[in-house]
């Protein structure tokens, strides 16, 4: 079975702070993709990365970098000088094979002003 | 546009009375899903369709039905709705198996009092 955990319920920093999600993963499979998704007070799911198991590189977008480790089985996400606009909820999540994208029970990031 | 439209967005009904939650994509995408989602569990998926007259269950399908006669569709229905039901529900759909991840519908906030 495939499992997601984000052990990080609520988050709070001052704007402007650097901020770390963590996502921890546990799969059986090699082949395997890890998502994140953004989800604001509106509601939607915004999609903000796919990431494949045989790519290992650190992926950086912006202020937003994300780091893959399969040693430690994490996939941990970096948003750098956070903004108000940040503010929401982030999920983890994470494929294989014909399986369903299995989810984290997700991080709530408040960016105080 | 590349779309997954839901309807209704919001919807309050009385235990007991059958709903239908419309889902409908324009990308000819071959998979589509049903999630809820609830507070500390994340997103859940309900059922899922490989393609046309092909569905199957996903993690908590009691009470709830779908229907996949054309592509392009994938209604939710509860028949008998219950209060254990309220919850804010999404569609998604992707061109395969969710590998290259789910395009998501803006979602359907549903209370059963």
């Known amino acids: 079975a495939q499992k997601v955990t984000q052990a990080q319920t609520e988050i709070s920093v001052v704007e402007k702070e650097d901020v770390t999600l963590d996502c921890v993963y546990e799969?059986?499979?090699?082949?395997?993709?890890l998502f994140w998704y953004k989800q604001p007070p509106s509601g939607e799911l915004v999609f903000l990365i796919r990431?494949?198991?045989?790519?290992?590189q650190n992926e950086i977008s912006g202020r937003y970098s994300w780091n893959f480790q399969k040693s430690t089985s994490s996939f941990n996400f970096t948003i750098t000088a956070s903004q108000v606009v940040d503010s929401a909820v982030y999920f983890c999540?994470?494929?294989?094979?014909?399986?369903?994208?299995?989810f984290g029970t997700g991080t709530r990031l408040t960016i105080i002003p | 546009e590349a779309q997954v439209t839901q309807n209704p967005r919001y919807l309050i009904t009385v235990t007991g009375k059958k709903l239908t939650v419309t889902c409908s994509q324009n990308?000819?995408?071959?998979?589509m899903s049903w999630y809820r989602q609830d507070p500390g569990l994340g997103l859940r998926q309900i059922y899922y369709?490989?393609?046309?007259?092909?569905?199957d269950k996903g993690d908590v399908p009691e009470g709830y039905k779908v229907s996949r006669k054309e592509k392009r569709n994938f209604p939710l229905i509860l028949e008998s709705p219950s209060p254990n039901q309220t919850s804010l529900y999404f569609c998604?759909?992707?061109?395969?198996?969710?590998?290259?991840?789910?395009?998501f519908g803006s979602g359907t906030r549903l209370t059963v009092v």
């Open positions: 369709s490989m393609n046309v007259e092909v569905t």
């Open positions: 998604a759909s992707s061109s395969s198996p969710p590998a290259y991840g789910y395009t």
């Open positions: 999540a994470l494929h294989f094979g014909n399986e369903k994208l299995t």
């Open positions: 799969t059986r499979d090699t082949t395997y993709y």
């Open positions: 990431r494949n198991s045989f790519d290992e």
């Open positions: 990308m000819n995408h071959e998979y």
